[in-house]
């Protein structure tokens, strides 16, 4: 199976970090988040959900590095 191999899972985890990061830059930088219930969250009209929100996106990218420490430390478990 393709995904199989850790050289796969390392560059997905790298492709959906990058994303994850330009997303992050957008929002921190233009103070709105679009969000899936609710639309258009704002930092100055919302700040707990627009916070809330940046929260989230620093959680994911503490999984994604974990992610990626497991697939280049402990390459053979993912086999």
Same mark, same amino acid.
């Given at each position: 199976? /393709?995904?199989? *191999? %850790?050289?796969?899972?390392?560059?997905? *985890? +790298?492709?959906?970090?990058?994303?994850?990061?330009? *997303? /992050?830059?957008?929002? +921190?930088?233009?103070?709105?988040?679009?969000?899936?219930?609710?639309? =258009?969250? =704002?930092?100055?009209?919302? %700040?707990?959900?627009?916070?809330?929100?940046?929260?989230?996106?620093?959680?994911? /990218?503490? +999984?994604?590095?974990? =992610? +990626?420490?497991?697939?280049?430390?402990? %390459? *053979?478990?993912?086999?």
């Amino acid at each position: 199976m /393709l995904m199989n *191999d %850790p050289k796969h899972i390392i560059f997905l *985890d +790298l492709f959906v970090t990058a994303m994850v990061i330009w *997303d /992050l830059a957008r929002v +921190l930088r233009t103070g709105r988040a679009r969000v899936r219930l609710g639309g =258009t969250v =704002t930092r100055a009209h919302q %700040p707990a959900r627009y916070w809330r929100y940046v929260y989230s996106i620093y959680l994911a /990218l503490a +999984l994604l590095a974990a =992610t +990626l420490l497991w697939a280049t430390v402990w %390459p *053979d478990s993912l086999r």
